[in-house]
């Protein structure tokens, strides 16, 4: 059994980090699956909800604009795999922990880095669109920070999180330069243009 990590959210300039892990069956239907950056908004939503509800297990992690400013980027990524792999758990169960059964014989990470976590992990450079329990981890991580970074723009709405995401658009730019940096900014991120 393999476990996938990956994040969603390195690049912003506001808001956490997230990670997830996913250990999949042999029988999952892959054909949902695919690079998260290349599927459309409701073809993650969609195979969103098939890997909650077929997934052996799965968890997600995170790691907060303030960790970010901290520790750095790269280190909030690989704590957030981690925060991921100790959060795995089956389908339906209440919180975090597997049986056994379940314990992965390794972990695959995209990116050149690993998380240090208790199973071997390997490092692979775009294994979020080759490894099918990655690709699954992806499509978790980017759903569940879209999805916060909506209820962010509730709170933040001269932001537009709920547009941009925290990434560096030219129209999140120009809201910090007009209001300062938002309680969910990176501050160890440079504002350009």
Partial sequence: ???????AGRGPLAGPVCAAAVILPADFPRDILGDSKKLTPA??????KVIYQKSLAWGIGWASAV????????????????RAFLDLRPPGADGPGLPPNLTPEEAVADGLYIPHIAVP????????????????????????????MIRYSQLYPEYGYGKHKGYPTKAHREAIARYGPSPIQRMSFRVKG
Avoid: H
């Fill in 1 to 7: 059994m393999i476990c996938g990590l990956d994040e």
């Fill in 43 to 48: 073809q993650r939503e969609a195979a969103e």
């Fill in 67 to 82: 960790e970010i400013d901290e520790i750095n980027i790269l280190q909030a990524s690989l704590l957030a795999m981690r």
């Fill in 121 to 148: 992990c390997r490092a692979l450079v775009r294994a979020d669109s080759l490894i099918p329990e990655v690709m699954a981890a992806s499509i978790l991580a980017k759903t569940a920070r879209d999805r916060e």
